[in-house]
């Protein structure tokens, strides 16, 4: 199925004269809209679920080594999996693949998602004392009472903070297994996946991010062009908090809009380039992850979310195998992703 009519592809190339900024830039949607009659890849929906979930973790290694660097900093030719990552070998995976995976254990084990099954693994995971943790995240986790609803420390933490300091990427990073479960029950999507963000990020601006590129993901494994996957998820997010600034940094982000700025990690900007990296015809999934990085900022999120839409779009064949063969934990990411499969194919 797919989640973007012809009226609303219309309504979306609009947008932009509507809200007064110029479209027309080497991401133009109404470009892209040309592309939509582009063969469909050859992958089957199984290969592009895993595709996503490797993308993920892939991104998050590629990234690491250079999180919260300025543009300017990051070597050209990128050293892809050459670098350490706080000590630990080349290929190491951070946060972003940890709490993907609790994410996905816990879809697999519950049967869908559960709040406060997910809170719980979150939680243990923090205990086990991980080496990167996000601020917001930890903040939160360290504030879970048991028995408790699931997004009462997210919201009281984020009423302490205000919403200046609390729309970080910390949930969109690791949402893409949610789009993979339920990517042919994608109207669910836009329950779960603002139900999923408050967990730990409860501003409005990450729910829209989280529910943008879960659908995105979701339509991609169901084997949608770039076009309908995303202009589907913003034209569904269209009403929501953030969309507008999310719709303009899919066209700007990392060009007009640097990411490497005092505000990186926002959770628009990570799913803005995201969501832009799908939309490329012109590059393979190596290309693309190696010029989100090159971005510079919050590498490892943003190339994750990256990873997860590109690696949906191409399927596991489309990401390069010299980085798969050197991703430590690859062969219990895959098992903990095919364990998603049975979840995935529901509704189809
Ligand atoms: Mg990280």
């Not at 990073?173 to 339920?182: H, N, R, S």
């Not at 042919?184 to 836009?190: D, N, S, Y």
Request: glycine share 10%.
């Amino acid at each position: 199925m797919c989640v973007c009519d012809e009226g609303a592809r219309n309504d979306l190339n609009d947008l932009g004269t509507r809200r007064g900024y110029q479209l027309g830039g080497p991401y133009d949607l109404r470009r892209r809209g040309r592309a939509a009659s582009i063969p469909a890849m050859t992958a089957t929906w199984t290969d592009r679920a895993l595709g996503s979930v490797l993308g993920l973790a892939l991104g998050d290694a590629l990234g690491a080594p250079f999180e919260f660097t300025r543009s300017e900093e990051i070597p050209d030719p990128l050293p892809a999996f050459e670098r350490p990552w706080l000590g630990l070998p080349p290929g190491t995976p951070t946060d972003d693949t940890a709490m993907a995976r609790s994410l996905m254990r816990s879809l697999a084990e519950r049967g869908g998602f559960d709040a406060g099954d997910l809170l719980e693994r979150h939680v243990g995971w923090l205990a086990s004392e991980p080496p990167d943790v996000g601020a917001l995240t930890r903040r939160v986790l360290s504030m879970v009472a048991p028995g408790r609803p699931p997004d009462e420390a997210a919201r009281l933490v984020w009423e302490q903070r205000g919403p200046e300091v609390s729309a970080g990427n910390g949930s969109v990073m690791y949402c893409a297994p949610l789009g993979v479960a339920y990517a042919h029950r994608p109207e669910q999507l836009h329950e779960l996946a603002p139900a999923f963000s408050a967990i730990t990020h409860w501003d409005e601006r990450c729910r829209t991010a989280v529910t943008a590129v879960t659908l995105a993901v979701a339509a991609f494994v169901r084997g949608d062009t770039r076009i309908e996957a995303v202009q589907g998820a913003l034209v569904a997010v269209e009403d929501r908090e953030g969309a507008e600034e999310l719709e303009y940094l899919v066209e700007a982000a990392g060009t007009q809009r640097r990411i490497d700025g005092p505000d990186q990690g926002f959770c628009l900007f990570t799913a803005g380039i995201a969501l832009q990296a799908a939309l490329r015809e012109d590059e393979n999934a190596e290309r693309t992850l190696r010029r989100v990085v090159g971005f510079g900022g919050d590498t490892d999120t943003n190339a994750a979310v990256a990873g997860a839409l590109v690696g949906a779009r191409d399927g596991l064949a489309g990401l390069p195998e010299p980085w798969l063969e050197r991703l430590i934990d690859r062969d219990a990411i895959r098992a903990e992703a095919e364990a998603l499969l049975p979840l995935a194919k529901r509704g189809r």
